[in-house]
């Protein structure tokens, strides 16, 4: 909690000035009962109307007074507490850009959604509140008190013994509230999940006829976090009447005995009202610190989940002793005896992995679904780190290198294609912030696309995406090469970026690719494409299982024999 908050240091003015305020506000309420005693016995039994409106007159220009502080002091709050939420979700989001894959890993995308709105906003509430009623409560509990004692001692002592007992429940309460409320918010998580799923698989779903089931998986998600709810709601709604009953006998115990302190003279009429105005003073400021306890409950929960990810360990940093500055400049990629396992699993997916690529060369990965040929790709740019054994980028391991510069000059189309919302052009130039017109229309005719663009309704200025155009696997395949080519990267990684191009698309791409000096991978179920490249990679579960050109592949591998048999028959044209 104590980490989370510490975002609120650049408002420590403004939190001292929510909290003079507060102050102020606290003692015009602690000084009236004090003052309507006065009025009473001084003013109203003494028939003396000039003491009634000396402070009356007080107490009217008092109430002005602490009227101005708390609007003031909302203000105050309100910019603390917003201001504080905006950092804190700025700083979230940069953390969570930082990630590596397998930081991504540890949170669900939906529990990182939540934690970044639901939970900021728990927390910014308690900011608010904390400067405008939260230590308010209890100081008025404290000096209201100190206050009733000084009217009557012996009155105020039943004061004394009842809020103790009080405060024992409220802390139980508030304990029992903790836990239930880390579950209200996990149950918040899975509904978010569900959610997200079933928004993203929309077309899969209808195709199947899920919608029955899915609806199913939401009323459970969603009766679940109901459940939860109302359990962790009701045991705080116990805490009104419990605190009511409790202060009501205390009351009615301080009139009796006030009363009998009346009659023999040890207590005057407006001393016992000071006091059952402390008593109930004292009972809302209880009551409120009990919704206090609800709100703060929710957010120490709303602070663990939020340090989770801002004190999570960065994996993938940058290593901080080396430092190269160095851009990639030829593209030569080396994998020397490497291994590969992805985190929080039992099992490398690569194993033994060896090859050169030189510059420019072409580099296919071919092999069957789940042989390990994406995990591969990801190890180029870093995107996890390797277990055992290096990957070099012009003879720097890729460790020592600046993950910055690394990536800059790598150009990447990821096999799950991601259109931003936007327009095409904008979608294009993602690979590269300041692209001018020509290079946006330059990379989109190396990949094949800018007849395609040329035929949408407002071309390059077509929206893509929910509210705009909705393009074909292949198109957005192209899209992505696009953008990927728009850098004019030093190494290309293409996963499996051409699975939805019929063949004379993808011959035409390749030929453009010629253009470019890059070493270029490219990931591909297809000996068809594999085929045109220098080298072709062929994995089996995750071992490297053989490695050179289409010919000598041919010639010395039984299971390519097999492959290019299956694909593409017997024809005489692809054996030499
Ligand atoms: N994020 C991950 N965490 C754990 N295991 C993973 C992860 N991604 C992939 N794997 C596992 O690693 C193995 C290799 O997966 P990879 O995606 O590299 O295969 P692939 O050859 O690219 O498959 P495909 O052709 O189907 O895309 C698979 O067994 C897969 O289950």
Redesign the pocket.
């Known amino acids: 909690m104590f980490g989370v908050l510490s975002y609120l240091k650049p408002y420590a003015k403004w939190m001292i000035l929510a909290w003079g305020l507060m102050l102020v506000e606290l003692a015009v309420e602690l000084w009236h009962p004090w003052l309507m005693a006065k009025i009473i016995d001084d003013g109203i039994l003494k028939n003396d109307f000039s003491v009634v409106w000396k402070w009356g007159g007080i107490m009217l220009g008092t109430s002005f007074i602490a009227f101005v502080a708390g609007i003031a002091n909302s203000f105050t709050a309100a910019h603390v507490g917003q201001n504080f939420g905006f950092a804190l979700r700025n700083r979230l989001f940069e953390k969570v850009q930082s990630f590596s894959?397998?930081n991504l890993?540890q949170f669900p995308t939906s529990s990182l959604i939540t934690r970044m709105t639901n939970d900021v906003t728990q927390i910014q509430n308690t900011v608010f509140m904390s400067l405008r009623i939260m230590l308010r409560a209890p100081l008025l509990v404290l000096f209201g008190t100190v206050m009733a004692l000084f009217v009557h001692f012996k009155l105020a002592l039943i004061l004394v013994f009842t809020i103790p007992i009080l405060l024992l429940f409220l802390i139980w309460m508030m304990n029992k509230g903790m836990s239930l409320f880390k579950m209200v918010q996990q149950k918040l998580d899975q509904v978010n999940e569900v959610m997200r799923e079933n928004l993203a698989g929309m077309k899969l779903i209808k195709a199947m006829m899920r919608g029955e089931h899915e609806q199913r998986r939401f009323i459970k998600a969603n009766e679940d976090l109901m459940k939860r709810t109302i359990q962790s709601v009701q045991i705080m709604e116990l805490s009104m009447p419990v605190l009511l009953f409790v202060m009501n006998i205390g009351i009615i115990i301080i009139l009796w005995f006030g009363n009998m302190n009346i009659q023999i003279g040890s207590a005057k009429a407006g001393e016992v009202v000071a006091i059952v105005n402390y008593a109930t003073r004292i009972t809302s400021a209880l009551s409120i610190f009990t919704f206090i306890l609800i709100v703060f409950s929710r957010a120490k929960a709303s602070a663990q989940r939020i340090s989770e990810v801002l004190t999570v360990n960065i994996d993938l940093s940058d290593r901080e002793e080396i430092h190269h500055e160095t851009t990639i400049k030829e593209g030569k990629v080396v994998f020397e005896d490497v291994y590969f396992q992805?985190?929080?699993?039992h099992a490398p997916?690569?194993k033994n992995i060896s090859f050169i690529a030189h510059p420019g060369e072409t580099i296919a990965?071919l092999?069957?679904?789940?042989?390990?040929?994406?995990?591969?790709?990801?190890l180029i740019p870093q995107l996890y780190d390797v277990n055992k054994g290096r990957v070099l980028i012009d003879d720097i391991d890729v460790r020592d290198m600046n993950q910055e510069m690394l990536r800059k000059e790598i150009g990447f189309a990821p096999?799950e294609v991601l259109l931003f919302s936007g327009t095409v052009k904008e979608n294009i130039a993602f690979g590269k912030e300041d692209a001018s017109m020509e290079e946006i229309m330059e990379a989109a005719k190396h990949a094949q696309i800018h007849e395609t663009i040329m035929k949408l309704p407002n071309a390059y200025d077509t929206m893509v995406g929910q509210k705009g155009v909705n393009l074909s696997g292949g198109q957005k395949q192209r899209l992505s090469i696009a953008r990927a080519l728009i850098r004019k990267p030093k190494i290309l990684l293409l996963?499996?970026s051409t699975s939805a191009l019929d063949l004379k698309t993808e011959a035409g791409l390749f030929k453009a690719l010629k253009s470019y000096t890059c070493t270029t991978f490219i990931?591909t179920?297809k000996v068809s494409t594999a085929m045109e490249a220098d080298t072709i990679l062929l994995?089996d579960e995750?071992t490297l299982l053989a490695k050179g050109n289409h010919e000598c592949l041919l010639e010395r591998c039984a299971l390519y024999q097999k492959i290019v048999q299956s694909q593409l028959g017997n024809e005489e044209k692809y054996i030499c």
Do not use: C, H
């Open positions: 894959f397998s890993n992805y985190p929080n699993t997916v690569l990965i092999g069957a679904t789940g042989s390990g040929k994406s995990s591969l790709l990801q096999q996963d499996d990931v179920q994995l995750g």
